[in-house]
């Protein structure tokens, strides 16, 4: 899908700004060998997924990992900190078995 005026605006304008000027890797190719290695049907996936807003299990994990450990630190009562370190444990451990699967 082309882009809109309006989006071909506002990128313009902000090139006009300077907000693109001295990018890490500004001038350099791209290196895109890592999705072109990937499977074209995963990538497709993966693409799907992406445009429905869906997150694979691994995401999620971390999401709710970072809110955990988010409570954790705001918290004052020790049983409910008892409480998220284990539900931290069991969520990383379900992270980590899920990642060690895929390899």
Do not use: C, W
């Not at 997924?49 to 020790?78: F, G, T």
């Amino acid at each position: 899908m082309p882009p809109t005026r309006a989006t071909e605006t506002i990128i313009q304008d902000a090139m006009a700004r300077g907000e693109f000027d001295n990018l890490p890797g500004a001038g350099k190719p791209l290196d895109l060998s890592a999705y072109f290695d990937t499977p074209e049907e995963v990538r497709l996936a993966h693409s799907i997924l992406k445009n429905a807003d869906v997150l694979p299990r691994e995401a999620e994990l971390l999401k709710e990992i970072a809110a955990l450990r988010e409570e954790l630190e705001l918290s004052s009562n020790e049983d409910k900190r008892k409480r998220l370190r284990k539900a931290i444990e069991e969520r990383l451990l379900k992270y980590r078995l899920l990642v060690e699967r895929k390899r």
